[in-house]
């Protein structure tokens, strides 16, 4: 079963331009979690759905932040317009259910906004 | 104040020792949870071992096992017989109960980096 998909896995773009991640989660998994990684803020939850609906959003650091899930299948992260300081890393992860022992992380993609 | 404490910015160990990497953590909820993952250079997160705030018995998984002091609110990670393949960085996380839309949330530390000597 393949395991949690990120694209792409590599992304730089310059300040001002709108940025795309997308994921797909494992088949099944009703949680989809979005985080992001820097080295000054380690590893934090920007939101989560449950069934396509979004539970939490309080880590989300702005309004040119964005994160839809139009399906089951399919999310997508929008940062628009970006900024260096959105340079990082962000991880998919999904999980069966909520109290599952462990999450799914995907691969990451590495944001460079230059 | 930080959920999550991890005081070891890096660790090193011999081949083939064992070493624990130090997690505390803070939540007045009496259902939560702890993981511990591994990031390797390449970066992807791997999931190590979990343990419940109700489960007596320590976590065990293979090498890993999880040192569960509840009433020092520690979660350490033991990982015996170290490999060169250990090296990476190990992030402790807790998922705090309680209900509500917290609830799943996990709040990671900062991370230890490892690095096994030959």
């Known amino acids: 079963d393949a395991g949690v998909i990120q694209s792409p896995r590599h992304e730089v773009t310059e300040m001002g331009q709108e940025v795309t991640l997308r994921c797909k989660p494992i088949s099944g998994h009703d949680y989809l979690f979005w985080y992001r990684q820097t080295m000054m803020r380690g590893l934090e939850l920007l939101i989560y759905?449950?069934?396509?609906?979004?539970?939490?959003d309080s880590g989300m650091p702005e309004d040119r932040f964005s994160a839809k899930m139009p399906n089951a299948s399919f999310s997508t992260l929008k940062i628009q317009p970006s900024e260096p300081r959105d340079s990082a890393v962000y991880f998919c992860?999904?999980?069966?259910?909520?109290?599952?022992?462990?999450?799914?992380f995907g691969p990451g993609t590495r944001l460079t906004v230059t | 104040a930080q959920k999550i404490t991890q005081t070891q910015p890096g660790m090193f160990v011999q081949e083939k020792e064992a070493v624990t990497l130090d997690c505390t953590y803070d939540?007045?909820?009496?259902?939560?949870?702890l993981f511990w993952y591994k990031q390797p250079s390449s970066g992807e997160m791997i999931f190590l071992i979990y343990?419940?705030?109700?489960?007596?018995q320590n976590a065990t998984e293979g090498r890993y096992s999880l040192n569960f002091q509840k009433a020092r609110k520690s979660a350490n990670l033991v990982i015996s017989a170290s490999q060169l393949g250990d090296s990476a960085m190990y992030f402790c996380?807790?998922?705090?109960?309680?209900?509500?839309?917290?609830?799943?949330?996990?709040?990671f530390g900062q991370g230890t980096i490892l690095t096994v000597h030959p």
């Open positions: 992860a999904s999980s069966p259910r909520l109290a599952s022992p462990e999450q799914y």
């Open positions: 939540t007045s909820d009496q259902s939560y949870g």
């Open positions: 759905f449950n069934n396509n609906v979004p539970i939490d």
């Open positions: 996380a807790m998922r705090e109960g309680g209900g509500g839309t917290s609830y799943g949330k996990l709040t």
């Open positions: 343990q419940g705030s109700y489960d007596e």
